[in-house]
């Protein structure tokens, strides 16, 4: 069976990691630096800061921008349920808007009628690694004054109007889970534009400590006064490790990636039942995930699990959740892209012969 994703792990990994454990230092450290400065060369992105998870960035992010109890949060409800998750544990409020049918990402037309007086934030979702329209959505921001909050999850690598995903808002988080596009285990970042919250960023990680000013003092333990308490949030060195061998050869993996997603448009172009999403040329792709609306969902899963290939919807709405007050009547497109979103094997371990099984096997039909 053709599974929907695979961990790669770079043949330079296990020295990196080896020399970690050797060296006993297995903290936050010397590689944790070196990790978020590659991530910064390679993708031309602003201060990212190091986590251990993408939820956690998610957490961070909305600690520095303000976010606190009964503050309101407009983001998507096509996402995993950690980007809901994070702004309840703020004590906050996620409020959903709709969604565009031929991407997955957030409508700002929607977003703009969901603005109240309590609204403090928009967190739009990168689904599959497809740029939202960061265009109209800061305009929204910048015209009543809310931070953005980019959920980039599957988005590493993306580009919106020629700028990296990661430096176009206030905060934008990473994952870099297992089978994300670049794995540390698991792990995570959140990109900051402000040198402000880059700073406030790096002690919130780890309990609120400016570890950068605070010396050991001759009783053996560091010197500081807390002021703001912060959280465990740090990635560690091994962590580390494993993200720079898996950075090495990762523009030619994003590269593999790109040419499959080209090879299935042209494929399935004509194919009777299914719908391509949309592909601005604007906007390029990290290509984590390859959706299609299809008629007879479950008839396509079946015919393809026949064949050897899985088949899925990764995730469904998460408004659906009761910890988030259940399913919204007033998202029409959500619901129907619910009803027919699928997603087939996109990852850069797939060979040549396995594409085309794919290809063959969704043009079989079902």
């Known amino acids: ?46 201060r990212p800061i190091a986590l251990n998870s993408g939820s956690t960035a998610l957490e961070l992010a909305l600690e520095l921008a303000g976010i606190g109890y009964g503050d309101e949060v407009i983001t998507s409800p096509q996402t995993f349920i950690a980007t809901g998750i994070a ?56 015209e009543y004054n809310l931070k953005v909050i980019e959920d980039a999850a599957h988005a590493l690598g993306a580009t919106y109007h020629g700028k990296p995903i990661g430096g176009i808002s206030d905060f934008t988080c990473f994952s870099f889970q297992a089978i994300k596009h670049v794995t540390t285990g698991d792990g995570g970042a959140v990109c900051c534009l402000s040198d402000k919250d880059e700073q406030e960023g790096l002690k919130k990680r780890w309990f609120g400590i400016d570890r950068a000013n605070s010396p050991m003092s001759i009783l053996g333990e560091r010197e500081y006064d807390l002021v703001n308490p912060g959280f465990k949030f740090h990635m560690n060195d091994y962590a580390a490790a494993l993200g720079l061998a898996n950075l090495r050869t990762v523009n030619e993996r994003l590269e593999r990636r790109r040419m499959i997603s080209c090879q299935y448009r042209e494929a399935f172009k004509d194919v009777a039942g299914v719908t391509l999403w949309r592909k601005d040329d604007d906007c390029v792709s990290a290509n984590w995930l390859f959706g299609l609306h299809v008629e007879r969902r479950e008839d396509f899963i079946r015919a393809l699990a026949s064949r050897g290939v899985t088949a899925s919807v990764v995730h469904l709405r998460i408004d659906a959740n009761s910890c988030f007050g259940g399913i919204r009547e007033d998202l029409p497109t959500q619901t129907r892209f619910n009803d027919t979103q699928i997603h087939i094997p996109l990852h850069d371990m797939l060979s040549d012969d ?12 079902w």
């Open 1 to 46: 069976m053709i599974s929907m994703f695979a961990t790669y792990v770079d043949s330079s990994a296990r020295e990196k990691v080896g020399a970690v454990l050797d060296s006993t230092f297995l903290s936050e450290g010397a590689k944790v630096k070196e990790f978020e400065s590659q991530l910064a060369q390679k993708f031309k992105i602003p």
């Open 87 to 142: 702004i309840l544990r703020q004590g906050a409020v996620p409020v959903f808007a709709d969604i565009e049918y031929d991407t997955g990402n957030i409508d700002p037309d929607s977003v703009r009628g969901k603005v109240t007086s309590k609204t403090k934030a928009i967190l739009p979702v990168h689904w599959g690694g497809y740029p939202c329209d960061m265009e109209r959505l800061s305009a929204i921001a910048k």
């Open 354 to 365: 396995e594409v085309g099984h794919i290809i063959d096997s969704v043009r079989a039909g």
